[in-house]
């Protein structure tokens, strides 16, 4: 089946220590988004790619760096993670411009120690 | 005013009721009405979505009441049951915002149970 898959599902780091979340998607979408949604929380925009054109949220923090290698896979760097940064992370598609519809991926749960 | 403030946070209904969630919104530029649904474990997936040219849509027992004077809108579990149970988002478009993307602003979530 065509999905949005993230590696992993639970991810433990600690205070400082960078870390790498990954997603990677089988339905050849043109756009990739990232969200963070902690406890309770709404989904929040990080950043998003159409195609391999990156941009980035005037809120995100600095901190927090994405890479598309190639189209089916997107990953997010959280360089010196603290522990507000603990949260759901959200990988999301949508299959090209001027469609609104977004598919997303089980999320990675992220706790810092 | 990018807000969407979505209530109840959490509600409980019996096996054949019916589930209401109400969200509001301020900005008018908003012109595209999605609701997710979201299991534990799960990412959210899309339920239901509206525009703002029509005041209804329904899709088997999921119906979508939009008020564009009131800037409300909402969404109606018919004959609920507890494979219902889940969270439920709405969110808001403005359109499309450039760089291929349409960006979604987020209710805070509902979180549904259904009891038998």
């Known amino acids: 089946d065509a999905m949005v898959i993230q590696n992993p599902r639970y991810q433990v780091t600690q205070f400082g220590k960078p870390v790498t979340l990954s997603c990677s998607q089988t339905l050849n979408h043109n756009v990739m988004y990232w969200y963070q949604q902690k406890s309770s929380q709404a989904p929040k925009l990080l950043f998003h790619?159409?195609?391999?054109?990156?941009?980035n949220e005037a809120d995100t923090p600095d901190n927090f760096q994405s890479r598309r290698p190639n189209t089916s896979f997107c990953f997010l760097d959280i360089r010196s993670p603290g522990l507000g940064d603990a949260a759901m992370y959200l990988c999301a598609t949508s299959p090209r411009k001027y469609q609104e519809t977004q598919y997303f991926g089980p999320g990675t749960r992220l706790l810092v120690l | 005013q990018q807000q969407v403030k979505q209530s109840p946070q959490s509600l409980i209904v019996q096996k054949g009721g019916i589930s209401i969630i109400n969200c509001a919104y301020e900005?008018?530029?908003?012109?595209?009405f999605p609701w997710y649904q979201q299991f534990p474990g799960k990412g959210p997936a899309l339920l239901i979505a509206?525009?703002?040219?029509?005041s209804e849509k329904k899709e088997g027992r999921f119906t979508i009441s939009f008020n564009k004077s009131a800037k409300q809108f909402s969404l109606h579990i018919m004959d609920s049951q507890p494979g219902d149970s889940a969270t439920y988002f709405c969110a808001a478009s403005m359109g499309y915002s450039g760089a291929g993307s349409y960006q979604l602003t987020f209710g805070k979530g509902t979180k549904l149970s259904v009891i038998p």
């Open positions: 900005n008018t530029a908003f012109d595209y």
């Open positions: 790619y159409y195609d391999k054109d990156f941009n």
């Open positions: 509206i525009r703002p040219d029509v």
